[in-house]
């Protein structure tokens, strides 16, 4: 076990866990947009940022992916953090001002209309679409355009292969911000990306005669199961 400082409080917490990890074991709250508990943590969006003091230095750090440490004194409400957060959620609601998802976390950060006007996008760069369906699908068919300067702005952030995509709708699923879509029409799944629209033909039940899944994401699971190639001839209300 790590003891730990948060916010004055000592915190004895797991070796390996994060700040983030300890500080909701605590009670105490932290934002968080680009985090999941299912996937790994990229620290992306930065609204987790703390102050950590070490050796008698503080920076600001991500919370979701800085590893506890014996003796760690950590501040989630000075000054610093207050301000760092609220200037990262009023970009974000500048670039992002229709979504449901930041306009509930600036309103919790007391976040009014930005300052700034920039492009609005859909896509915040959280990155959570990649881990997903590089982490629980398997897939890895999502991959974000280079960031940074030389970028650009016209182009999407992020692109899906076709090729390799298998329609799961993971990605549209753990979207906070609806950048990714999904819908079903008739026999056929529609996924809209940031990088364009992509089809996949859904398989129809025996039984019932309903559409359910696409049937690429079936024989992706057939391949990887090693199950007989007509394991899914009924959807799911249709199976003994
Ligand atoms: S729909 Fe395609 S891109 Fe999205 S998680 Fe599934 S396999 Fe990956």
């Known amino acids: 076990m790590v003891k730990l400082t948060i916010d004055n409080q000592e915190v004895e917490t797991e070796e390996g866990s994060t700040i983030l990890d300890a500080a909701s074991k605590t009670g105490i709250y932290i934002p968080t947009l680009c985090y999941h508990e299912s996937l790994s943590s990229s620290g992306s969006c930065r609204l987790c940022s703390v102050e950590v003091i070490t050796n008698g230095a503080s920076h600001l750090t991500t919370a979701c992916t800085y590893p506890v440490e014996e003796g760690l004194e950590v501040r989630t409400n000075s000054q610093e953090v207050i301000e760092t957060r609220k200037l990262v959620m009023e970009l974000l609601l500048a670039q992002h001002p229709h979504s449901d998802a930041i306009q509930k976390l600036a309103r919790k950060l007391g976040v009014g209309k930005p300052t700034f006007i920039l492009k609005e996008e859909e ?81 129809r039940c025996n039984t019932c005669g309903n559409y359910w899944a696409p049937e690429k994401q079936l024989d992706y699971i057939i391949e990887k199961a090693g199950l007989a190639s007509d394991a899914f001839g009924n959807c799911p209300d249709c199976r003994d």
């Open 123 to 203: 896509c915040v760069l959280c990155e959570l679409c990649v881990r997903a369906c590089r982490e629980i699908v398997g897939v890895n068919a999502i991959s974000f355009i280079a960031q940074g300067i030389g970028r650009d702005i016209d182009k999407p952030s992020v692109e899906i292969s076709l090729t390799k995509c298998i329609g799961c709708d993971s990605c549209a699923y753990i979207c906070p911000t609806e950048a990714i879509t999904v819908e079903d029409v008739g026999d056929t799944r529609i996924i809209n990306a940031p990088s364009g629209k992509m089809e996949f033909k859904l398989k």
